[in-house]
Protein backbone atom coordinates (compact mmCIF):
# COMPACT_ATOMS: atom_id res chain seq x y z
CA UNK A 1 0.00 0.00 0.00
CA UNK A 2 0.78 3.69 -1.11
CA UNK A 3 0.01 6.24 0.98
CA UNK A 4 0.49 10.23 0.73
CA UNK A 5 0.35 12.23 3.82
CA UNK A 6 -0.36 15.73 3.21
CA UNK A 7 1.33 18.32 6.03
CA UNK A 8 1.36 21.80 5.29
CA UNK A 9 2.55 22.83 8.05
CA UNK A 10 6.31 22.25 9.31
CA UNK A 11 6.62 23.52 12.57
CA UNK A 12 4.79 22.83 15.92
CA UNK A 13 2.15 20.08 17.08
CA UNK A 14 1.01 19.62 13.63
CA UNK A 15 3.95 19.02 11.85
CA UNK A 16 5.51 16.38 14.97
CA UNK A 17 2.14 14.60 14.88
CA UNK A 18 2.76 14.12 11.40
CA UNK A 19 6.31 13.16 11.54
CA UNK A 20 5.11 10.35 14.23
CA UNK A 21 2.57 9.11 12.62
CA UNK A 22 3.78 9.13 9.30
CA UNK A 23 6.30 7.41 10.85
CA UNK A 24 4.48 4.79 12.38
CA UNK A 25 2.70 3.83 8.87
CA UNK A 26 6.05 3.26 7.48
CA UNK A 27 7.23 1.17 10.38
CA UNK A 28 3.84 -0.97 9.88
CA UNK A 29 4.70 -1.37 6.40
CA UNK A 30 2.87 0.85 4.34
CA UNK A 31 5.22 2.83 2.00
CA UNK A 32 3.86 6.47 3.28
CA UNK A 33 5.18 9.85 0.91
CA UNK A 34 4.90 13.38 3.12
CA UNK A 35 4.02 16.43 1.17
CA UNK A 36 5.15 19.44 2.66
CA UNK A 37 8.06 22.00 2.49
CA UNK A 38 11.39 21.49 2.21
CA UNK A 39 11.40 23.71 5.63
CA UNK A 40 9.43 20.34 7.49
CA UNK A 41 12.19 19.53 9.69
CA UNK A 42 13.68 15.61 8.97
CA UNK A 43 15.60 13.62 11.24
CA UNK A 44 17.95 10.87 10.37
CA UNK A 45 15.90 7.99 11.71
CA UNK A 46 12.51 8.84 9.83
CA UNK A 47 10.86 5.98 7.91
CA UNK A 48 8.86 7.82 5.68
CA UNK A 49 10.03 10.02 2.41
CA UNK A 50 9.66 13.55 1.97
CA UNK A 51 8.36 14.77 -1.10
CA UNK A 52 9.08 18.72 -0.82
CA UNK A 53 6.88 20.06 -3.44
CA UNK A 54 4.31 22.84 -1.24
CA UNK A 55 5.52 26.31 -1.83
CA UNK A 56 7.18 27.76 1.45
CA UNK A 57 5.37 30.42 3.60
CA UNK A 58 6.69 34.15 3.30
CA UNK A 59 6.97 36.04 5.97
CA UNK A 60 5.23 39.27 5.65
CA UNK A 61 5.07 42.60 8.64
CA UNK A 62 0.94 43.60 8.39
CA UNK A 63 -1.47 41.43 9.50
CA UNK A 64 -3.28 42.34 6.70
CA UNK A 65 -0.91 40.86 4.47
CA UNK A 66 -0.19 37.66 6.64
CA UNK A 67 -3.79 37.13 6.38
CA UNK A 68 -3.98 37.34 2.91
CA UNK A 69 -0.43 35.55 2.27
CA UNK A 70 -3.09 32.07 4.04
CA UNK A 71 -5.64 32.62 1.93
CA UNK A 72 -3.28 32.28 -1.00
CA UNK A 73 -1.38 29.61 0.79
CA UNK A 74 -4.63 27.30 1.58
CA UNK A 75 -5.58 27.49 -1.91
CA UNK A 76 -2.04 26.99 -3.63
CA UNK A 77 -1.06 24.12 -1.53
CA UNK A 78 -4.62 22.74 -2.11
CA UNK A 79 -3.74 23.07 -5.48
CA UNK A 80 -0.76 21.69 -5.35
CA UNK A 81 -2.20 18.78 -2.98
CA UNK A 82 -4.36 18.10 -6.51
CA UNK A 83 -1.96 17.88 -9.08
CA UNK A 84 0.05 15.76 -6.92
CA UNK A 85 -2.34 13.50 -6.48
CA UNK A 86 -3.04 13.02 -10.11
CA UNK A 87 0.33 13.09 -11.25
CA UNK A 88 1.56 10.57 -9.25
CA UNK A 89 -1.18 8.27 -9.07
CA UNK A 90 -1.58 8.16 -5.86
CA UNK A 91 -4.74 6.52 -4.76
CA UNK A 92 -4.93 7.16 -0.74
CA UNK A 93 -4.52 10.44 0.20
CA UNK A 94 -4.26 11.56 4.02
CA UNK A 95 -4.40 14.89 4.76
CA UNK A 96 -2.82 16.16 8.01
CA UNK A 97 -5.30 18.12 9.68
CA UNK A 98 -8.67 19.23 8.67
CA UNK A 99 -8.89 22.47 7.33
CA UNK A 100 -12.46 23.87 6.77
CA UNK A 101 -10.78 27.33 5.58
CA UNK A 102 -11.84 28.53 2.46
CA UNK A 103 -13.19 24.74 1.37
CA UNK A 104 -15.82 25.40 -1.51
CA UNK A 105 -12.73 26.87 -3.20
CA UNK A 106 -10.20 24.25 -3.10
CA UNK A 107 -12.77 21.04 -2.67
CA UNK A 108 -13.84 20.74 -5.75
CA UNK A 109 -10.32 18.71 -7.36
CA UNK A 110 -10.30 16.71 -4.78
CA UNK A 111 -13.88 15.77 -5.00
CA UNK A 112 -13.35 14.97 -8.66
CA UNK A 113 -10.36 12.67 -7.91
CA UNK A 114 -12.61 10.69 -5.01
CA UNK A 115 -14.97 10.43 -7.93
CA UNK A 116 -12.14 8.69 -9.62
CA UNK A 117 -11.33 6.60 -6.92
CA UNK A 118 -8.87 8.22 -5.00
CA UNK A 119 -9.74 7.75 -1.04
CA UNK A 120 -9.14 10.75 1.11
CA UNK A 121 -8.91 10.87 5.06
CA UNK A 122 -8.58 13.39 7.11
CA UNK A 123 -6.85 13.70 10.62
CA UNK A 124 -9.37 15.87 13.05
CA UNK A 125 -7.01 17.16 16.24
Not at 64 to 73: C, G, Y
Request: charged share 25%.
Amino acid sequence: MKLLYFSPATSGGLADYAREQANALARMGVETDVLSSNAFPIRTDDSFNLRPELTKKTPRESRFFTRLDSVRRILLHYGQLARFVEAENYRQVLLGSYVEYLAPLWAGPLRRLARRGVVWGAIVH
